[in-house]
Structures are given as structure tokens and as C-alpha cells.
């Protein structure tokens, strides 16, 4: 597939910590897609990770949420997911992504009412499915 745009479209990724090979997995395949991705885990030991969050918050074209059991109880994703859902920003630019596993129950309320991506049978099925949600996305702005 082409790039999303001549200009590389930023993508944040919030999850919880027990999800980073998740995470990871898809920040690869964002990545294979010619999306950059900010993942808080992949910064330099010692840095300021609060701070380069904030400015990856500030600045990415779009989001995608992990969310799951542990990410639900975590509050720095809780604080992420409200900066997400209040965000002029980010209105219409936010893709929840339920990890296998978690039950639908068990997701906020506002996620039903979102576009969001269903797992598939195998995560690498899933990460096409954000791949083309955001290039919906993109597409449609």
C-alpha cells in the first residue's frame, strides 16, 4: 500500500504497560504503513517520559487505544483516554482497539459509541484492521 499522505501522518499509541508486545507489534505494522508512532516505552532511559508524552499528545494526527483489563485500572491511561475523548483535537480521530480477550462489558461506556476495531483471531489480523481505520480516517479529513 502507499504511504497515508505525502506528509507522514503520526499516530500516539496508549496502552496499558502488561499490553507492550502488543503495542509494539502494532506500532511495527503502523510503521510498515509509513505512519510514525510514539510509544512510551521505546524512549531513551532516563528521559522525561511525562513531558515527551504530553508533546506527542499535542502533536500527533491521531490516536489508537488499547484497551484491556489492566489498561482500564491503570490511571496514567485513564488520564490519556480523557485528554483523548476531551481534545477538540481529537474528535473523530481516536481509535479504540478491544484487546482479545477483554470482555466487552468491561469497556467505558463512550467506547459504543465510538468507531473502534473488534479483535480478529490473531493480532496481526487486528493490527490491519487499525491500519485501515486510520486510513479511513485519514481519507476522510
Do not use: C
Request: glycine residues 4%; positive net charge; charged residues 30%.
Amino acid at each position: 500500500m502507499p504511504p497515508p499522505s505525502k506528509k507522514s501522518r503520526s499516530v500516539f499509541i496508549s496502552y496499558a504497560r502488561s499490553d507492550d508486545v502488543l503495542a509494539r507489534r502494532l506500532a511495527e505494522r503502523l510503521r510498515e504503513e509509513h505512519f510514525e508512532v510514539f510509544l512510551d516505552v521505546e524512549q531513551e532511559p532516563g528521559a522525561n517520559v511525562a513531558k515527551i508524552t504530553g508533546k506527542a499528545l499535542e502533536s500527533a494526527d491521531a490516536a489508537v487505544v488499547l484497551l484491556s483489563k489492566d489498561s482500564m485500572q491503570s490511571p496514567w491511561f485513564a488520564r490519556e483516554w480523557e485528554y483523548l475523548l476531551g481534545s477538540k483535537r481529537y474528535e473523530g480521530r481516536v481509535v479504540p482497539v478491544l484487546i482479545p480477550g477483554t470482555p466487552e462489558e468491561s469497556v467505558p461506556w463512550i467506547w459504543k459509541h465510538l468507531s473502534h476495531v473488534r479483535p480478529a483471531a490473531t493480532w496481526p489480523v487486528t493490527a490491519n484492521r487499525v491500519v485501515r481505520a486510520l486510513r479511513d480516517m485519514f481519507k476522510a479529513a
